[in-house]
C-alpha cells in the first residue's frame, strides 16, 4: 500500500496553535487562517521505514495527524492517495495503525488480553479463534513480548510495564490488526539507549513484514537514525527541505547537503541527524541565505520526487478501490461481547475499587445498624417516625456519593483508552458503555444485598418478604442511578477533576430538594419542581412509604 501525498496543505486553526497565531497576528501579519503545511509533497511505500523530521514546531506530528486522519479541526486542502485510489477515511482507519506518543492501555489487563481484545475487534469476521491466536503469538514474538505474555499493563509510571514495554505494546495492539500501514509518533521518546534499541528492532522487524511504516523522530542517535530508509525533512514553516534516500551510513543524504554552497562539512564520527539539524535551522538560513526549501523544489531530488508520485498514484491496471461490507470488523452483538469481557476482567483485577466498596459497604452498614437500632420497631409518636426517616436519608446519601466519587476515577482511566479504540474504528460508543454499565450491575447487587442485610436487620423494619424486598429494590436502583451518574459526569466534562467537582454541586442540591430537610408542602411554589427532579425525594418517598 502506497500513500502519495501530491500537495497536502493544512491551515488549522485548532487550540493547539491559537497561542502561535495570536503572536503573528501581533506582528502585523494581517492573515486570518495559519498555515502549518505549505505544498508537502511526497510518498511512502511497503517495505520503506521512513523518519518524518524536522525541529520542533515543523509540522511533523500535525503531518502524520492529516494523513491518518486525526486531525479534525481546520482546513485541509489537496490529495492523499492509497494505491492510486483517494482516502476514504472509513476504510482507511480499517487498513491503518496509529502509534500515539502517549502509550495509551487499560491498566488491569494482561498483555496477551490487550493484543486479544484489538484482534478480536479489528481482524474481519472471518478470521477463527485459533487463526487469532495464532496472529497473536507471532506477533507477540515479533515485538519481543511473549515473555510478558501474562504481565498486567498496569498504569504507567505507578506499576506494571516499563516505559519501553508498554512503546511495544503500543505497537503490538497495532500491528494484531493486521494493518498495511503503520505511523508512529515519536516511538523512541522518554528511552534510554538500549530501551530505544529494543524498540527500533521491533519497528525494523515490523517493517521487513513487508508493511508501509513512518515514524516521527526526535534527536534519533546514529544507530537509530541509520535503521530508516528514507528521510522526510521539514523545517518550521511546515515546508519539506529534503525527501528522499539516506543511504548506507547516510551517504546520500550528506552529499545532498554536502553539494550545496555554504553549508559546512560534517565531522567524522559526528551524528548526520545532529548535523542535518543545525545546517538547515533558521539561523543558519539567515547567516547564509540559502532557503533550503528553494533549493529542494530546484532539485533533481525532487523531481524524481514528483515523477514518482506521478506513478504511484495512478492505480495498476486491473485493482480496484479498497472497500467494506460494514462500517465495523464486528457485529454490533460481537462489540458488545468483546467490551463486556474487557470489562469484566478490568473489574475483577481491580480490588482498590472492588474490595475497597464492599468493606466500606459493611463498614458503614455496622454504623448506621448500631447508631439506629431497633428504631424500625418504634412508631409511637412523630418524632419516632422522624428518626426512622433519618436512618433512611443519610444512609442513602452516604453511600450514594460514595458510589458516585468511587467510580470516577475508574471511568476517568478508561476513557482516554476509549478514544484511542474509537479513533482506530474498532467500536461504535454504544457498545462500549452498554458494557460498561452492565459490568456494574453484579457488583451493585451484592452491594446492596450486604447493606440492605446489614441494616433491615439491625434498625429491625418489618420482616416481611414484600417489605424486605421492596427495601432492597430502592436500595438497588438508589446505588445505581448514584453510579451511573458518576460516570455520566466524567463524560460530560474534560477531565476527572472538573467532574468531582460539577457532580459534587449536584450532591448538594439533590439533598436539598430531598423532602427530608424541607418537606415538598413547605418547599416554595417557584422551587417545588426540582423536588420531581431530585432523585433523592423519589428513593425517600419509596422507603419511607413500604
Not at 478501490?321 to 469484566?344: G, I, R, V
Request: aromatic share 14%; charged share 15%; proline share 5%.
Amino acid at each position: 500500500t502506497c500513500i502519495c501525498l501530491p500537495d497536502t496543505e493544512d491551515g488549522s486553526n485548532d487550540e493547539s496553535t491559537s497561542n502561535h497565531a495570536t503572536e503573528i497576528k501581533a506582528q502585523g501579519v494581517a492573515e486570518s487562517r495559519l498555515e502549518l503545511l505549505k505544498g508537502i509533497s511526497g510518498s511512502f511505500r511497503p517495505g520503506v521505514l521512513t523518519a518524518l523530521m524536522g525541529v520542533s514546531g515543523a509540522g511533523k506530528t500535525t503531518l502524520m495527524d492529516v494523513l491518518a486522519g486525526r486531525k479534525t479541526s481546520g482546513y485541509i486542502e489537496g490529495n492523499i492517495t492509497i494505491s492510486g485510489y483517494p482516502k476514504k477515511q472509513e476504510t482507511f482507519a480499517r487498513v491503518s495503525g496509529y502509534c500515539e506518543q502517549n502509550d495509551i492501555h487499560s491498566p488491569n489487563v494482561t498483555v496477551y488480553e490487550s493484543l486479544a481484545f484489538s484482534s478480536w475487534l479489528r481482524l474481519p469476521a472471518n478470521v477463527d479463534s485459533s487463526t487469532r491466536k495464532m496472529f497473536i503469538d507471532e506477533v507477540m514474538e515479533l515485538v519481543e513480548l511473549s515473555p510478558l505474555r501474562d504481565a498486567l499493563v498496569g498504569l504507567p509510571g505507578v506499576s506494571g510495564l516499563s516505559t519501553e514495554q508498554r512503546k511495544r505494546l503500543t505497537i503490538a495492539v497495532e500491528l494484531v490488526a493486521n494493518p498495511s500501514i503503520i505511523f508512529m509518533d515519536e516511538p523512541t521518546s522518554g528511552l534510554d539507549a538500549r530501551a530505544a534499541a529494543i524498540v527500533m528492532r521491533a519497528i525494523r522487524n515490523t517493517v521487513d513484514t513487508g508493511r508501509t511504516v513512518v515514524c516521527t523522530i526526535h534527536q534519533p542517535s546514529i544507530d537509530i537514525f541509520e535503521s530508516f530508509d528514507e528521510l522526510f525533512l521539514m523545517k518550521r514553516g511546515g515546508e519539506e527541505i529534503y525527501v528522499g534516500p539516506l543511504g548506507r551510513h547516510s551517504c546520500e543524504l550528506i552529499r545532498y547537503f554536502e553539494a550545496i554552497e555554504d553549508v559546512r562539512k560534517i565531522k567524522d564520527g559526528y551524528n548526520p541527524s545532529t548535523w542535518m539539524l543545525e545546517v538547515t535551522s533558521a539561523t543558519q538560513e539567515q547567516m547564509t541565505g540559502i532557503n533550503f526549501s528553494q533549493v529542494y523544489k530546484n532539485s533533481e531530488l525532487y523531481r524524481r520526487n514528483k515523477n514518482l508520485i506521478k506513478e504511484l498514484s495512478t492505480p495498476p491496471e486491473g485493482s480496484s478501490d479498497l472497500s467494506f461490507p460494514t462500517q465495523y470488523s464486528q457485529t454490533f452483538l460481537t462489540q458488545c461481547f468483546a467490551c463486556l469481557w474487557k470489562q469484566s476482567l478490568s473489574y475483577w483485577r481491580n480490588p482498590p475499587y472492588t474490595a475497597v466498596k464492599y468493606f466500606y459497604t459493611t463498614v458503614i452498614a455496622l454504623l448506621f445498624g448500631t447508631m439506629f437500632w431497633g428504631i424500625g420497631k418504634k412508631r409511637h409518636n412523630q418524632q419516632d417516625l422522624f428518626n426512622a426517616m433519618g436512618s433512611m436519608y443519610s444512609s442513602v446519601l452516604f453511600m450514594g456519593v460514595q458510589n458516585s466519587a468511587s467510580v470516577q476515577p475508574v471511568v476517568a482511566v478508561e476513557r482516554t483508552v476509549f478514544y484511542r479504540e474509537r479513533a482506530a474504528h474498532m467500536y461504535s460508543p454504544l457498545p462500549y458503555a452498554l458494557g460498561q454499565v452492565a459490568i456494574e450491575l453484579p457488583y451493585i447487587f451484592v452491594q446492596s444485598l450486604i447493606y440492605g442485610v446489614l441494616v433491615y436487620a439491625m434498625i429491625g423494619f418489618e420482616w416481611t418478604a414484600v417489605k424486605f424486598f421492596w427495601y432492597l429494590f430502592f436500595m438497588y436502583f438508589t446505588l445505581a442511578y448514584f453510579t451511573f451518574y458518576g460516570m455520566m459526569s466524567v463524560g460530560l466534562t474534560p477531565n476527572y477533576n472538573v467532574a468531582s467537582v460539577a457532580s459534587t454541586a449536584f450532591y448538594a442540591l439533590w439533598n436539598l430538594f430531598s423532602g427530608f430537610i424541607t418537606p415538598r408542602t413547605r418547599i416554595p411554589i417557584w422551587w417545588r419542581w426540582y423536588y420531581w427532579l431530585s432523585p433523592i425525594a423519589w428513593t425517600l418517598n419509596g422507603l419511607v412509604t413500604s
